[in-house]
């Protein structure tokens, strides 16, 4: 029986027999046999679960809410393939992810592009993909998508993206709606982006988007940003003409990490949304817009779990490390964010921590640490080391580091198990080396 503390921070589906950690009745040893370690394994019922949490937390809002997948949190085209036949959309923001979603069979309609410096050849992927929305990012942009839709004789949607200048409690790397953040325009601005945008017969302004920031444990920013957001739409209605009918309010919420961690659920998300729009909103008498959200780390964070096997297992004075046979190359947050995590001992969970360790990686910077002072049993070599949450901005943010190859990702689902993208082979690794000699 899994500690109901320790449950939150893995896949819905797991459970415990004989010692051995099961996930979507798959034991982590047959994981491992099967993949080599390290190895990334998602849950397809607990990414099910998550995405269906956030369609149903907006039923009572309508027209309901349109949920498009950030697909930075981790892309793959099966994983994208499932959250489609969900009827999830997905948010995008580089060429390789637009394709990603377009060759899951993501309706074009239901795709969201993103990015600070789109180039051109990206806008005309998007444009020629009909994608539903464009989220223009400054004012070079708006032109050079203008050019870009004409000449392609195309109306594209759009939406500008809004910088509020609101500070919210999480890491500086992943705050990104405070003044001078590199992403969105300020008020005024977007103000003048929407206003030219209604005069082009090559775009259709439908409103605004803003993203707080990443990793929010807290409902209170949606409240805050939505308030400011009904007085500064009113303004636009009241001095241009111009209404807002789709508000895009990106993605950011938070997942548990470790026992002491206590995100709200989407529907805690939905309810302030909902309640805002009805106290803040509503009273300007403007009609409600349509909206759309971008949830990434709250679908997948949860779903998978990397499996690991201990080497060495030291003592270097101060601190005992287990070092482990992946590290900053399959998982960068710890070192970008100072992102903290869970160990355990994956087949032997029913034995007690008697100990701390710093869990460390095979890579060569001092800072190749996953997890300080992790609660565990002795480890030994050969034990299964996991790592709970890491299905968000790990795999994406994978690296070669020190031309160690990228480890597999695979899905569980119902007692069986299959590859989302294999394991990197050192043939891989020199596939693009122009000094490999045929
Ligand atoms: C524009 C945008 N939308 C959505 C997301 C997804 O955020 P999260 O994974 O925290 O839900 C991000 C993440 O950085 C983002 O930049």
């Known amino acids: 029986m899994l500690d109901p503390a320790l449950a939150q921070l893995l896949p819905r ?100 592009v993103h990015g600070n410096n789109k180039s051109r050849s990206e806008l005309e992927a998007a444009v020629a993909a009909g994608v539903g929305l464009i989220v223009v990012d400054a004012a070079d942009e708006l032109e050079l998508l203008t050019e870009v839709a004409a000449a392609a004789s195309r109306p594209q949607s759009i939406l500008v993206r809004l910088n509020p200048d609101i500070v919210v409690e999480t890491h500086h790397y992943i705050n990104t709606a405070h003044a001078g953040s590199k992403f969105g325009v300020p008020g005024d601005m977007a103000t003048e982006l929407l206003r030219r945008a209604a005069q082009s017969p090559w775009l259709l302004p439908r409103g605004v988007h803003v993203h707080l920031g990443s990793q929010l444990l807290d409902v209170a920013p949606w409240a805050e940003v939505l308030t400011w957001l009904a007085a500064w739409a009113l303004q636009l209605r009241d001095d241009h003409g111009i209404a807002i009918d789709v508000l895009d309010l990106g993605g950011g919420l938070g997942i548990a990490y470790t026992e002491q961690d206590t995100p709200p659920a989407p529907a805690d998300i939905a309810r302030t949304i ?59 947050r710890p070192v970008l964010y100072q992102a903290t995590y869970r160990a355990l001992l994956g087949a032997r969970m029913d034995d007690a921590p008697d100990g701390t360790w710093w869990v460390a990686g095979v890579h060569c910077e001092s800072g190749d640490v996953l997890i300080e002072d992790a609660a565990l049993p002795t480890p030994r070599a050969g034990d299964l080391l996991v790592v709970p949450a890491t299905g968000a901005y790990a795999a994406s943010m994978a690296s070669t580091y020190n031309l160690v190859p990228r480890c597999a990702v695979v899905l569980v689902e119902d007692g069986a198990h299959r590859l989302l993208l294999r394991r990197e082979t050192l043939d891989d690794l020199f596939a693009r080396d122009a000094g490999v000699t045929p």
């Open 13 to 112: 589906t797991c459970e415990v027999r004989d010692g051995v950690l099961h996930l979507g009745g798959v034991s982590v040893t047959e994981l491992a046999a099967t993949y080599e370690t390290p190895v990334i394994a998602y849950d397809a019922a607990d990414v099910t679960a998550a995405a269906l949490d956030w369609t149903h937390a907006f039923d009572d809002y309508s027209p309901g809410a349109m949920i498009a997948y950030a697909s930075k949190a981790f892309s793959s085209v099966g994983m994208l393939r499932l959250l489609g036949d969900l009827g999830i959309g997905a948010d995008v923001a580089s060429r390789g992810e637009l394709e990603s979603a377009l060759r899951a069979g993501i309706d074009p309609r239901r795709i969201v």
């Open 274 to 332: 909902t309640d805002t729009l009805a106290h803040a909103w509503a009273p300007t008498g403007l009609p409600l817009p349509a909206l759309v959200l971008e949830p990434g780390r709250s679908i997948v964070g949860r779903a998978a779990m990397t499996i690991y096997t201990v080497g060495v297992v030291k003592d270097a004075g101060e601190i005992r490390y287990v070092n482990v046979d992946g590290g900053m190359s399959d998982n960068p």
